[in-house]
């Protein structure tokens, strides 16, 4: 007994699609492939759709699971699908007096553009060809397209090299001297015709049989090598299967009433509400996206069909609300009638995406909520991608390294050295960790890893919808493509670019924003934020977020890049990175160093004024939010010469004093240091005496920095600043160490404050990044009225493994080997690290139930991390200025999942 399952969908049958799949219009782009799914719909809403059935992604599943067998009564139901259409068209498969032709195309749930297996043209063969010639009247479009069959059935389902085909083509046309295949004579596309089957001795002549091998093609296809690259690349799932579509063929090369071209409804590459896109008069699909005709703007279809243009406009705003998003859109005008052949979502830029979602909120179409939801916060991690420096590029300019010009496709500088094929682009930067560019003449869905691979994508062909383009916005790769300039040569491995020769190997950068191509490797900056519509997204993002975003800053100018950015707060100043600048570094070290109370002190005292002036301009540059400064974390000897140097100093010294030079003043003061430092090394100094354990040890340098910290803050409060200084101890571990630090500190606090005569509102907390601290965070938090996460030393010590070591050691190969499934220290480990912040949380605030909670270690920026952050009720997540406008968006993401 075979499945009886219904295998096969009419595009007008998205009814009962829609029944099997329990009313789920995921399931049914699950069920038909998105593709298909997209054609039934368009049908059910009148658009002008040629008429077709879909074979469906669970026919795809039990064929291949059965090893190459349709399963149950599949076939029955498509040739039935079939006689159904052929009423519908009025014309019947294989009958040569009106023949109904047909394409047959893959379609996935998801869309891998290019990545499947497609055969137009089926239902011709000798016979028929003679009855149509007689139908229509116009044998070279009969010839061109019974050759376009044979070639693509004998290398897409017989699997033939394609370059013997090309070969016939190529000599054809050198013989006629035309340049592109459309322009043979019928006699010659004939003859090509005969030469085309002599080299495809398979193709078979009856049209059922064709139409049955092209479907089982398009099945297996799924399992090909680069559908499966493309896959893991765009995280599909590998046992979704394809649908395969069988449509009624319509062509747009039957003269000069008939064109063909694919358009977005929107600017792909600025977001711009401006249809775009290429079409191509008297030709067939392929040719407008392979790029081997030069194509026309949709601009110029509006002033050479304006009719036609017109009602494609029309369509394309309907199919545009209805979809309540951008569509990619495939369209054939056939003597005068205008088809739409596929409409999907469209691809865009980081850029694009963002201003779509903002004008389609803003004109009704979706609400606020929706557009923050389509963002996704790598699209707002792409704006803060390197542009070409002004300068650099100016440079460039004069120099004459600005070599040529292309499409500016997907948006970004790039700069590497050149690699001609995908292979190779793979290899250098994976194994020998070069920055390539890859430059192809054009690009197929062979090249996708080396396109993965590269920084930059430049091609000779293709326009704004070729491969390349397509495959570079969906995964942010800046790219230049139809740079006509561009002479390869690929068996030299070099190119020519009006009369420089450049070999594969040297560097070049190219501008994918504006597309330009230079010479050399120019200097890139980081832009700033200052898109409009991003700025209006992010502001709807804020009114959703429930988590407050502040950021990691040690200086006054980070403060303010934060502020820009949208902080709302420093969670972490890192004070030691003050005492490594040049002119201090001195005076720390006679700090530690020195065996004298006095000396101490002095250096305490001018250091003291100096951190006043650092806290002063954080506090101004926060005007009004909290500043959260942390007192010295690192183990002392960070801050001194190393072991080793100094052994070897000393050893340099004695030579010189054998010698009879006089540097005993040196030689003794290298002695003292390095009898200091062997008095500091520690074998695990991140176990060591760092943190509260140092402040311990040494509370006058800890009193030092609260006293510049609460000086810094009655001043500027003086100034008429609103000032919030939160005052962190690093690394407790036991509630006994904070009472302890924290009683010395509070009244180091308060005599400032009385000296002064200004009262601040500070508070005194702690990090939390010692396991112990976080399950005695009830008793901690009788002291601390704020914890901070510290998730790099908290996964550092959950997991027993070095933060400094690990990620370049054996963490590569757990992850490689799916020990781990992802970096901890990219992304929290929620059931590890996380119960342990949970179990903090809870803890701490039964103790005290305004604790302020946040977090300041790397993780505060990861898109997933602050989805936990949000789930445990933190206050605020703090990370690096930079990633503040992702982690906005990413916490309202979070707030709206979690509604
Ligand atoms: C942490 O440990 O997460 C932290 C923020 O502190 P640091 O990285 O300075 O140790
Ligand atoms: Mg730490």
Not at 350 to 357: D, F, P, T
Not at 698 to 701: C, F, H, I, R, S
């Given at each position: 007994?075979?499945?009886?399952?219904?295998?096969?969908?009419?595009f007008?049958?998205?009814?009962?699609?829609?029944?099997?799949?329990?009313?789920?219009?995921?399931?049914?782009?699950?069920?038909?492939?998105?593709?298909?799914a997209?054609?039934?719909?368009?049908?059910?809403?009148?658009?002008?759709?040629?008429?077709?059935?879909?074979?469906?992604?669970e026919?795809?599943?039990?064929?291949?699971?059965?090893g190459?067998?349709?399963?149950?009564?599949?076939?029955?139901?498509?040739?039935s699908?079939?006689?159904h259409?052929?009423?519908?068209?009025?014309?019947?498969?294989?009958?040569?007096?009106?023949?109904?032709?047909?394409?047959?195309?893959?379609?996935?749930?998801?869309?891998?553009?290019?990545?499947?297996?497609?055969?137009?043209?089926?239902g011709?063969?000798?016979?028929?060809?003679?009855?149509?010639?007689?139908?229509?009247?116009?044998?070279?479009?009969?010839?061109?397209?019974?050759?376009?069959?044979?070639?693509?059935?004998?290398?897409v389902?017989?699997?033939?090299?394609?370059?013997?085909?090309?070969?016939?083509?190529?000599?054809?046309?050198?013989h006629?001297?035309?340049?592109?295949?459309?322009?043979?004579?019928?006699?010659?596309?004939?003859?090509?015709?005969?030469?085309?089957?002599?080299?495809?001795?398979?193709?078979?002549?009856?049209?059922?049989d064709?139409?049955?091998?092209a479907?089982?093609?398009?099945?297996?296809?799924?399992?090909?090598k680069?559908?499966?690259?493309?896959?893991?690349?765009?995280?599909?799932?590998?046992?979704?299967?394809?649908?395969?579509?069988?449509?009624?063929?319509?062509?747009?090369?039957?003269?000069?009433?008939?064109?063909?071209?694919?358009?977005?409804?929107?600017?792909?590459?600025?977001?711009?509400?401006?249809?775009?896109?290429?079409?191509?008069?008297?030709?067939?699909?392929?040719?407008?996206?392979?790029?081997?005709?030069?194509?026309?703007?949709?601009?110029?279809?509006?002033?050479?069909?304006?009719?036609?243009?017109?009602?494609?406009?029309?369509?394309?705003?309907?199919?545009?609300n209805?979809?309540r998003?951008?569509?990619?859109m495939?369209?054939t005008?056939?003597?005068?009638?205008?088809?739409?052949?596929?409409?999907?979502?469209?691809?865009?830029t980081?850029?694009?995406?963002?201003?779509?979602?903002v004008?389609l909120?803003?004109?009704?179409?979706?609400?606020?909520?929706?557009?923050?939801?389509k963002?996704?916060p790598?699209?707002?991690?792409?704006?803060?991608?390197?542009?070409?420096?002004?300068?650099?590029?100016?440079?460039?300019?004069?120099?004459?390294?600005?070599?040529?010009?292309?499409?500016?496709v997907?948006?970004?500088?790039?700069?590497?050295?050149v690699?001609?094929?995908?292979?190779?682009?793979?290899?250098?930067?994976?194994?020998?960790?070069?920055?390539?560019?890859?430059v192809?003449?054009?690009?197929?869905?062979?090249?996708?890893h080396?396109?993965?691979?590269?920084?930059?994508?430049?091609?000779?062909?293709?326009?704004?919808?070729?491969?390349a383009?397509?495959?570079?916005?969906?995964?942010?790769?800046p790219?230049v493509?139809?740079?006509?300039?561009?002479d390869?040569?690929?068996?030299?491995?070099?190119?020519?670019?009006?009369?420089?020769?450049?070999?594969?190997?040297?560097?070049?950068?190219?501008?994918?924003?504006i597309?330009?191509?230079?010479?050399?490797?120019?200097?890139?900056?980081?832009?700033?934020?200052?898109?409009?519509?991003?700025?209006?997204?992010?502001?709807?993002?804020?009114?959703?977020?429930?988590?407050g975003v502040?950021?990691?800053?040690?200086?006054?100018?980070?403060?303010?890049?934060?502020?820009?950015?949208?902080?709302?707060?420093?969670?972490?100043?890192?004070?030691?990175?003050?005492?490594?600048?040049?002119?201090?570094?001195?005076?720390?070290?006679?700090?530690?160093?020195?065996?004298?109370d006095?000396?101490?002190?002095?250096?305490?005292?001018?250091?003291?004024?100096?951190?006043?002036?650092?806290?002063?301009?954080?506090?101004?540059?926060?005007?009004?939010?909290?500043?959260?400064?942390?007192?010295?974390?690192?183990?002392?000897?960070?801050?001194?010469?190393?072991?080793?140097?100094?052994?070897?100093?000393l050893?340099?010294?004695?030579?010189?004093?054998a010698?009879?030079?006089?540097?005993?003043a040196?030689?003794?003061?290298?002695?003292?240091?390095?009898?200091?430092?062997?008095?500091?090394?520690?074998?695990?100094?991140?176990?060591g005496?760092?943190?509260?354990r140092?402040?311990?040890m040494?509370?006058?340098?800890t009193?030092?920095?609260?006293r510049?910290?609460?000086?810094?803050a009655?001043?500027?409060?003086?100034?008429?600043?609103?000032v919030?200084?939160?005052?962190?101890?690093?690394?407790?571990?036991?509630?006994?160490?904070?009472?302890?630090?924290?009683?010395?500190?509070?009244?180091?606090?308060?005599?400032?404050?009385?000296?002064?005569?200004?009262?601040?509102?500070?508070?005194f907390?702690?990090?939390?990044?010692?396991?112990?601290?976080?399950?005695?965070?009830?008793?901690?938090?009788?002291?601390?009225?704020?914890?901070?996460?510290?998730?790099?030393?908290?996964?550092?010590?959950?997991?027993?493994?070095?933060r400094?070591?690990?990620?370049?050691g054996?963490?590569?190969?757990?992850?490689?080997?799916?020990?781990?499934?992802?970096?901890?220290?990219?992304?929290?480990?929620?059931?590890?690290?996380?119960?342990?912040?949970e179990?903090?949380v809870?803890?701490?605030?039964?103790?005290?139930?305004?604790?302020?909670?946040?977090?300041?270690?790397?993780?505060g920026?990861?898109?997933?991390?602050?989805?936990?952050?949000h789930?445990?009720?933190?206050?605020?997540?703090?990370c690096?200025?930079?990633?503040?406008?992702?982690a906005?968006?990413?916490?309202?993401?979070?707030?709206?999942i979690?509604?």
């Open positions: 007994m075979g499945d009886e399952r219904k295998w096969v969908y009419g007008d049958e998205v009814e009962a699609a829609e029944a099997y799949m329990g009313g789920s219009w995921d399931g049914v782009r699950g069920l038909m492939g998105g593709k298909g997209n054609l039934a719909e368009m049908t059910r809403v009148g658009v002008p759709v040629p008429p077709g059935f879909t074979v469906t992604t026919a795809c599943n039990a064929y291949l699971k059965a190459a067998k349709f399963p149950g009564e599949m076939w029955e139901q498509a040739l699908a079939l006689k259409v052929e009423e519908q068209t009025g014309k019947t498969f294989g009958e040569a007096s009106n023949p109904l032709l047909v394409s047959c195309r893959s379609g996935a749930k998801f869309s891998m553009p290019g990545m499947m297996d497609t055969v137009l043209n089926i011709l063969n000798d016979d028929v060809a003679v009855g149509m010639v007689k139908l229509i009247g116009d044998d070279r479009f009969v010839y061109d397209s019974y050759r376009r069959l044979v070639q693509m059935f004998g290398t389902v017989l699997g033939l090299e394609s370059e013997p085909f090309e070969e016939v083509l190529s000599e054809y046309r050198k006629h001297k035309v340049d592109n295949d459309a322009a043979l004579p019928p006699e010659a596309l004939k003859e090509v015709v005969e030469r085309f089957k002599v080299l495809a001795p398979a193709f078979p002549q009856d049209p059922i064709q139409l049955r091998l479907t089982e093609a398009v099945f297996k296809s799924w399992n090909g680069r559908a499966f690259d493309y896959r893991n690349a765009a995280k599909i799932a590998h046992d979704l299967g394809t649908a395969v579509n069988i449509q009624t063929m319509v062509f747009g090369n039957m003269g000069m009433d008939s064109a063909t071209g694919v358009a977005m409804t929107r600017d792909a590459t600025t977001g711009e509400d401006h249809i775009e896109g290429d079409f191509l008069i008297n030709a067939q699909g392929e040719d407008v996206v392979a790029g081997t005709r030069p194509t026309k703007a949709m601009d110029d279809m509006a002033v050479e069909m304006p009719g036609l243009y017109e009602e494609f406009r029309a369509i394309a705003k309907n199919l545009e209805h979809y998003e951008m569509q990619d495939e369209f005008v056939e003597r005068g009638k205008l088809w739409i052949l596929q409409t999907r979502d469209g691809k865009r980081a850029q694009a995406a963002v201003r779509i979602a004008d909120a803003e004109e009704g179409l979706i609400t606020k909520e929706n557009a923050v939801m963002v996704t790598d699209q707002v991690d792409f704006f803060l991608h390197p542009q070409f420096s002004v300068e650099a590029k100016k440079a460039a300019v004069d120099a004459g390294s600005q070599i040529a010009t292309g499409l500016n997907s948006p970004g500088a790039a700069v590497g050295v690699a001609f094929d995908a292979d190779l682009a793979e290899k250098w930067s994976k194994e020998d960790g070069k920055k390539v560019i890859m192809r003449p054009e690009t197929k869905p062979d090249d996708v080396g396109m993965l691979a590269a920084q930059g994508i430049l091609t000779k062909l293709g326009g704004r919808t070729s491969h383009a397509l495959v570079a916005r969906q995964f942010g790769k790219a493509v139809g740079v006509s300039a561009l390869i040569d690929m068996a030299n491995r070099q190119m020519n670019v009006d009369g420089k020769v450049i070999n594969e190997g040297d560097w070049i950068s190219i501008d994918g924003t597309g330009e191509v230079f010479l050399g490797a120019l200097d890139t900056v980081i832009p700033d934020l200052s898109d409009p519509w991003l700025s209006k997204l992010l502001g709807w993002a804020d009114e959703f977020r429930t988590l502040w950021a990691n800053a040690d200086y006054p100018l980070d403060a303010q890049r934060a502020r820009q950015n949208g902080a709302e707060g420093i969670g972490l100043c890192r004070t030691e990175h003050m005492f490594f600048e040049p002119e201090r570094i001195p005076v720390v070290q006679k700090m530690i160093t020195t065996e004298s006095e000396e101490r002190r002095q250096a305490l005292d001018t250091l003291l004024p100096l951190q006043r002036e650092d806290f002063a301009g954080l506090f101004r540059a926060m005007d009004g939010y909290p500043v959260i400064i942390r007192l010295i974390d690192p183990p002392l000897h960070e801050f001194l010469p190393a072991f080793e140097d100094l052994t070897g100093e050893a340099q010294l004695q030579i010189k004093t010698a009879g030079d006089d540097v005993a040196q030689l003794a003061d290298t002695q003292d240091m390095l009898e200091r430092v062997e008095a500091l090394r520690e074998a695990n100094p991140m176990l005496t760092r943190g509260v140092l402040g311990i040494m509370p006058d340098l009193k030092m920095q609260v510049a910290i609460i000086e810094a009655c001043i500027v409060s003086q100034e008429g600043v609103d919030h200084p939160e005052v962190m101890i690093p690394l407790t571990s036991h509630v006994n160490e904070l009472k302890r630090q924290q009683t010395v500190l509070e009244a180091e606090a308060k005599v400032v404050m009385e000296e002064q005569g200004v009262d601040v509102d500070y508070k907390g702690t990090m939390i990044e010692i396991p112990r601290a976080a399950i005695t965070a009830a008793e901690i938090a009788e002291y601390a009225q704020f914890f901070s996460f510290g998730t790099n030393d908290l996964t550092q010590t959950t997991f027993g493994i070095s400094d070591d690990a990620e370049s054996f963490l590569i190969d757990y992850l490689s080997e799916g020990i781990l499934a992802e970096n901890p220290f990219a992304s929290i480990d929620e059931p590890g690290v996380g119960k342990l912040m179990w903090a809870e803890q701490g605030r039964a103790t005290r139930p305004d604790l302020e909670v946040g977090i300041c270690g790397e993780h920026g990861d898109p997933k991390s602050i989805d936990l952050c789930r445990l009720g933190l206050n605020y997540v703090s690096s200025p930079f990633r503040v406008p992702i906005r968006l990413a916490a309202a993401q979070s707030a709206i979690h509604k």
